[in-house]
């Protein structure tokens, strides 16, 4: 049927076409290699003593890279559940078709526990008032649902307090309806030299712990480890395990244990859209915060702040030709500028890459977080989504589609 009489037979419909998968990829995109986060997960498994199971942490999009993709390979290769921030995040994952444990972290309002138990979600609970809630809704629902009961060690973000939980264990066992799965606590810092602060917190866990065993009521899942957890505290590992930026191949800090073979999953690229050449005198830029000394030649790259791109000025490079640019001027809102003086070879829409790895060269998470004066996660989760994410190297995907659902417990 002819939807549009006035374009002619010679015109491509594909042109007509509004979706923005369609449109040809801005010169300025992340990069997403599923095959490294694969291994990432491989290898983490590796770490892993047999029966202690993985929680892959998936919230924020998964640190960015697309929670969808990075839950189906945790799946596949064996991860028991993802971990999410919140019920939108956990909703999109059910409406994709992932059938597998959700954990909800931190805390629910009331009015979302009806849908959380309408899609097995599985939530913190926190609080008495919680655990009645959610027990009159599995009684409505008719449903026994699991429930994970977090122990603020010392955080003091989320959960009960060490030396007042056994109450709210009692208060979850009691209820028919609601099955004591798990327990968890968080760390506030496991990725540092000093790890005595993360011991005792593993000490209050673990006496809470032993209270319930002389009571004679395991619990089946007991976690506590994040990504510096699963590295450097081994002896805390217990059932499972709840990294998040490791799968994506960062450490959370530069005195880690490294994990040989993890690799970036993220890279961040641009090509070349404009070539300057300045003569003595000349500036470049906002604030005029650049002026060519001598001659020099720079490449403009349409990527800026409104990416994700820290604001910095005069300070930062990007790789072009496997080489180090340095980054020249203020970085605007949609374009920065870098000088290619010493890259003659380089031209126009040439790639650059300004997060990740160029022949023998790399620029690290880790290095832009210092540019802007933050953590690696930050960098992570701030790179916008007008930077089209493009899946590499994900052939493998859905080899297995069952792996998508839930595993024995
Ligand atoms: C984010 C988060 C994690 C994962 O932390 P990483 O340092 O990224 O491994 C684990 N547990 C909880 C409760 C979290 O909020």
Redesign the pocket.
């Known amino acids: 049927m002819q939807t549009n009489a006035a374009v002619s037979p010679t015109i491509d419909r594909k042109f007509l076409n509004l979706t923005v998968d369609s449109l040809p990829l801005r010169p300025a995109w992340t990069e997403i290699d599923l095959g490294r986060l694969r291994r990432n997960v491989q290898l983490i498994r590796r770490e892993l003593a047999p029966g202690v199971r993985l929680l892959a942490?998936v919230?924020d999009e998964a640190y960015g890279h697309g929670a969808l993709d990075v839950a189906r390979i945790a799946l596949e290769e064996g991860a028991w559940g993802c971990?999410l921030s919140n019920l939108e995040e956990a909703m999109a994952l059910r409406a994709a078709g992932i059938t597998a444990p959700l954990l909800l972290?931190g805390e629910r309002q009331e009015a979302e526990l009806a849908w959380c138990v309408a899609h097995d979600l599985t939530v913190c609970v926190n609080t008495p008032h919680t655990v009645r809630a959610l027990a009159r809704l599995a009684r409505e629902f008719e449903k026994c649902v699991p429930v994970h009961v977090k122990i603020n060690t010392g955080m003091s973000r989320y959960g009960v307090r060490w030396d007042e939980a056994l109450p709210l264990l009692e208060q979850v066992e009691a209820e028919k309806c609601l099955r004591l799965e798990g327990v968890l606590t968080?760390f506030a810092q496991s990725e540092e030299p000093d790890k005595a602060f993360a011991e005792l917190q593993f000490a209050r866990f673990q006496a809470v712990l032993h209270a319930r065993a002389a009571r004679n009521l395991a619990i089946p899942l007991r976690h506590v480890c994040?990504?510096?957890a699963v590295l450097e505290l081994p002896h805390t590992h217990l059932d499972m395990v709840?990294?998040?930026?490791?799968l994506y191949g960062v450490l959370?800090s530069a005195t880690c244990r490294p994990l040989p073979g993890l690799e970036p999953v993220m890279s961040v690229k641009a090509k070349i859209a404009a070539i300057q050449s300045l003569k003595p005198g000349e500036i470049a830029g906002y604030g005029m915060r650049f002026t060519a000394v001598t001659p020099r030649r720079l490449a403009v790259l349409p990527v800026g702040y409104g990416d994700g791109y820290p604001r910095v000025s005069n300070t930062g490079v990007v790789l072009i030709h496997g080489r180090r640019a340095p980054l020249v001027g203020s970085v605007a809102m949609d374009a920065l500028m870098v000088d290619i003086t010493d890259i003659p070879q380089a031209q126009m829409w040439d790639e650059a890459v300004l997060m990740g790895r160029q022949g023998t060269e790399a620029i690290t998470v880790r290095e832009i977080a210092t540019l802007k004066n933050s953590v690696s996660?930050d960098v992570l989760t701030n790179w916008r989504l007008r930077l089209r994410r493009q899946a590499v190297n994900g052939e493998a995907l859905l080899k297995h589609p069952q792996a998508l659902g839930a595993s024995e417990l």
Do not use: F, I, Q, T
């Open positions: 942490v919230k971990a972290l968080h994040n990504s510096g709840r990294p998040g930026l490791l959370p996660y």
